[in-house]
């Protein structure tokens, strides 16, 4: 029995695999054992997480941005037939480009391409983690470059994502977040309203009333509709991968991470995932920082320490062995 450590990536600093080695050579060298187990809930670095838990292959592939310009990415493919596909890597906000960062232009045409390729590689099943996109198109854009590829063959697709949102309610949530404006949000609305007539209308399947649909501006809603895809819990799909209840029951505590810990941890996140299945076992939250708002959901923590860099975060494994009463004696 030991410490797991299971972070989700320090957004724009660490990733998950960097930030459960900081704070696991801090839990060491205080004489305590650690195992690592690197998390993530469908945003920024689900694709290194599935990759490391399926044993998949990187492939690299060439698409199109969210606006247009040419990208270099990767997928990956598994043993099992299933691929990896990140939406961020080509459909993504962070993702640079030449010309104007327009929110309604903004396209997951690339995305939709790097799903077909998967397929044509030999993907029986693609998993889209929908975190970080630049779009509000409903998907529409993925649609279209998959089937000028000739679809899907019939591959089942899977939809990770760490929100709720329904599909109309995505301009209105994240457009802000993406550049858009109170009118362009309202004409973003307009457009997802027209996309789920259309899709009522020629394939009998609104994505209006589903949750989740409206995960990386409605895609997820718009390959719930064309392709029947499972719209599902990043986190907890996740967690079932990497057998984490197991791992929880046998461990003494267990440490979770991220960068900002704030009243949205409880929303979808995969900090929230972890404290509703780790039963008994106590969790230590590890953060860079924790907002004002938090509140009392601090109490669902055996202790809540700050930390911003590495060594820093061996610092505060350190700590956690001795407050968990791990360390030598």
């Given at each position: 029995?030991?410490?797991?450590?299971?972070?989700?990536?320090?957004?724009?600093?660490?990733?998950?695999?960097?930030?459960?080695?900081?704070?696991?050579?801090?839990?060491?060298?205080?004489?305590?054992?650690?195992?690592?187990?690197?998390?993530?809930?469908?945003?920024?670095?689900?694709?290194?997480?599935?990759?490391?838990?399926?044993?998949?292959?990187?492939?690299?592939?060439?698409?199109?941005?969210?606006?247009?310009?040419?990208?270099?990415?990767?997928?990956?493919?598994?043993?099992?037939?299933?691929?990896?596909?990140?939406?961020?890597?080509?459909?993504?906000?962070?993702?640079?480009?030449?010309?104007?960062?327009?929110?309604?232009?903004?396209?997951?045409?690339?995305?939709?391409?790097?799903?077909?390729?998967?397929?044509?590689?030999?993907?029986?099943?693609?998993?889209?983690?929908?975190?970080?996109?630049?779009?509000?198109?409903?998907?529409?854009?993925?649609?279209?470059?998959?089937?000028?590829?000739?679809?899907?063959?019939?591959?089942?697709?899977?939809?990770?994502?760490?929100?709720?949102?329904?599909?109309?309610?995505?301009?209105?949530?994240?457009?802000?977040?993406?550049?858009?404006?109170?009118?362009?949000?309202?004409?973003?609305?307009?457009?997802?309203?027209?996309?789920?007539?259309?899709?009522?209308?020629?394939?009998?399947?609104?994505?209006?009333?589903?949750?989740?649909?409206?995960?990386?501006?409605?895609?997820?809603?718009?390959?719930?509709?064309?392709?029947?895809?499972?719209?599902?819990?990043?986190?907890?799909?996740?967690?079932?991968?990497?057998?984490?209840?197991?791992?929880?029951?046998?461990?003494?505590?267990?440490?979770?991470?991220?960068?900002?810990?704030?009243?949205?941890?409880?929303?979808?996140?995969?900090?929230?995932?972890?404290?509703?299945?780790?039963?008994?076992?106590?969790?230590?939250?590890?953060?860079?920082?924790?907002?004002?708002?938090?509140?009392?959901?601090?109490?669902?923590?055996?202790?809540?320490?700050?930390?911003?860099?590495?060594?820093a975060l061996a610092a505060a494994g350190s700590e956690l062995a001795r407050t968990a009463g791990h360390a030598r004696p």
């Amino acid at each position: 029995m030991g410490i797991l450590v299971a972070p989700d990536s320090f957004k724009g600093t660490f990733t998950a695999a960097d930030v459960a080695a900081h704070i696991a050579a801090g839990i060491r060298a205080a004489g305590a054992v650690a195992v690592e187990l690197p998390v993530a809930d469908g945003g920024e670095g689900t694709f290194d997480v599935l990759v490391r838990g399926l044993d998949a292959r990187p492939v690299r592939v060439r698409t199109t941005g969210p606006w247009g310009d040419d990208v270099e990415t990767v997928v990956a493919l598994a043993p099992d037939g299933t691929a990896v596909v990140e939406l961020a890597f080509a459909s993504g906000l962070h993702l640079p480009t030449a010309g104007d960062r327009d929110p309604v232009l903004a396209s997951t045409y690339g995305t939709g391409v790097l799903m077909a390729e998967a397929v044509r590689l030999g993907a029986r099943r693609v998993l889209v983690a929908a975190g970080g996109s630049a779009t509000t198109d409903g998907g529409t854009g993925a649609i279209t470059a998959i089937e000028e590829r000739g679809g899907l063959d019939g591959a089942e697709v899977v939809v990770l994502s760490d929100v709720t949102t329904r599909f109309a309610d995505a301009a209105r949530v994240f457009g802000p977040q993406k550049g858009a404006d109170s009118a362009t949000v309202e004409a973003l609305t307009r457009r997802l309203q027209e996309q789920a007539d259309g899709f009522a209308r020629e394939l009998g399947r609104d994505p209006r009333p589903v949750a989740r649909t409206g995960a990386a501006g409605g895609f997820s809603g718009g390959m719930w509709a064309q392709y029947g895809a499972r719209l599902v819990s990043g986190a907890d799909y996740v967690l079932d991968l990497l057998g984490f209840d197991a791992r929880a029951a046998a461990s003494t505590a267990v440490v979770v991470g991220e960068g900002r810990l704030d009243s949205q941890t409880g929303q979808g996140k995969i900090i929230a995932a972890i404290l509703a299945r780790s039963g008994t076992t106590p969790v230590y939250a590890l953060v860079g920082s924790v907002h004002e708002d938090l509140g009392d959901y601090a109490d669902n923590f055996a202790g809540v320490i700050v930390a911003s860099d590495a060594e820093a975060l061996a610092a505060a494994g350190s700590e956690l062995a001795r407050t968990a009463g791990h360390a030598r004696p």
